[in-house]
C-alpha cells in the first residue's frame, strides 16, 4: 500500500492535476468556440443579392457540358449551374436573378474564378489538390476517365502503340499531363501536338495531321458521334486517368459554395438530375456504375 506523501502519490497527484487541468482547458475551448461570433455572410451571396444577378464563366468548347449554341449557353454543366442559379435565386427571396455568361478557355477558367470576375466556373474542369491552392470546387457533378480516340484503320488497341506518334491534347490539362505521364511509365513517349480544343484535335486526326487525340472519354464520344464520314474512329484500350468535374469556386467563400452544393445535391436526392443526364448523354449510352455510384454518394442530408 502506498504511504501519504510517497514519491508515487506525489506522481499520481500530478497526473491527475494535469488531467484535470487538461479537461478544463477543452470545456473553456469549446464553450469559446461557441461562444465566437457567426462568421460573417458571404460577399458573394451578398453581392448577388443586391445587384440581382450571378456570373458564371464557361469552356466555350466542351460540348456537351459546356457550348455556345447561337446566342444560347448550352450544356449539361450549363443546366446545373442555371438549377444552382435558380436555387439560390429562392433562398435569398429574390423575385428574379438574371444569370450572365462569360466564355472562357482551358487556361483561364481558374484565373476568371479566382480574381473574382466571376463567380463561379461551368464546364468540364477536374478536381485536383493543386487547383485547390488557386480555387475551390464544389460536390463533383460528374465522373469520367481520360482516352485517346485514333482511326478505327490504325488498329492502336493499346497506349503502348502510340509511341513515336503525334497526340493532339490540350495544353494544361490534366489530360495531357496523365497521358504523358501513362506513357512515359510504359516506356511508349508519344509527340504530344497542342491544340486550343477537342474539335480542334478531332480536325487534325481527319486530316491526318496527328494519330490520336486525347481528351475525357465522354467528350470524345460526343465528338465522334458527329464526325463527318467515311472516316470512323476507335478508342485505344483503357482510361489512363480519373476525371472527376465540378463547378469551381472561389477559395473564400464558403457559404456560397454551400449554396451550390445544396442547389446539386437537391438535384441527386430529388432524382431530376437523371432528366438531365439523359436530354444531354441519353444518344451516347447510359451511365456507367461509377457515375452511378457518384449520384448516389453525393446525396447528403442537409
Known amino acids: 500500500m502506498q504511504r501519504m506523501g510517497s514519491p508515487e502519490s506525489d506522481t499520481c497527484g500530478r497526473r491527475a492535476g494535469l488531467r484535470a487541468r487538461a479537461v478544463a482547458w477543452l470545456l473553456a475551448a469549446a464553450f469559446s468556440a461557441v461562444a465566437v461570433p457567426a462568421a460573417a455572410a458571404s460577399a458573394t451571396l451578398d453581392r448577388i443579392k443586391s445587384g440581382g444577378v ?3 464563366a464557361y469552356r466555350e468548347a466542351a460540348a456537351p457540358f459546356s457550348f455556345k449554341d447561337g446566342d444560347r449557353v448550352r450544356g449539361y454543366a450549363v443546366e446545373l449551374c442555371e438549377r444552382v442559379a435558380e436555387s439560390i435565386r429562392a433562398r435569398l427571396g429574390l423575385a428574379r436573378l438574371d444569370v450572365q ?13 479566382a480574381k473574382g470576375e466571376v463567380d463561379a466556373e461551368c464546364g468540364t474542369t477536374t478536381i485536383t ?26 488498329k492502336i488497341a493499346r497506349l503502348a502503340g502510340l509511341k513515336g506518334r503525334r497526340v ?24 504530344l501536338v497542342p491544340v486550343a480544343s477537342i474539335a480542334e484535335g478531332m480536325a487534325a486526326l481527319a486530316a491526318g495531321k496527328v494519330d490520336g487525340v486525347a481528351g475525357d ?36 467563400d464558403p457559404d456560397f459554395r454551400l449554396a451550390v452544393n445544396r442547389a446539386l445535391v ?20 447510359a451511365p456507367g456504375p461509377l457515375l452511378h455510384a457518384m449520384f448516389y454518394l453525393q446525396q ?3
Open 54 to 56: 450571378v456570373r458564371f
Open 101 to 113: 455568361w462569360r466564355g472562357v478557355d482551358a487556361a483561364a477558367r481558374l484565373e476568371a474564378v
Open 129 to 154: 489538390l493543386g487547383r485547390m491552392e488557386q480555387v475551390d470546387f464544389s460536390v463533383p457533378f460528374y465522373v469520367d476517365g481520360g482516352s485517346v480516340l485514333v482511326r478505327a484503320e490504325a
Open 168 to 191: 493532339a491534347a490540350i495544353p494544361g490539362t490534366t489530360t495531357e499531363r496523365a497521358l504523358t505521364t501513362q506513357l512515359t511509365a510504359i516506356g511508349a513517349p508519344a509527340t
Open 217 to 252: 472519354r465522354i467528350v470524345l464520344t460526343w465528338q465522334r458521334a458527329r464526325a463527318a464520314k467515311p472516316v470512323s474512329y476507335a478508342f485505344v484500350g483503357d482510361d489512363f486517368s480519373y476525371e472527376p468535374y465540378a463547378i469551381v469556386v472561389r477559395r473564400d
Open 266 to 285: 437537391a438535384l441527386y436526392r430529388s432524382g431530376e438530375i437523371d432528366a438531365i443526364f439523359h436530354r444531354w448523354f441519353g444518344g451516347l449510352g
Open 300 to 302: 447528403y442530408q442537409d
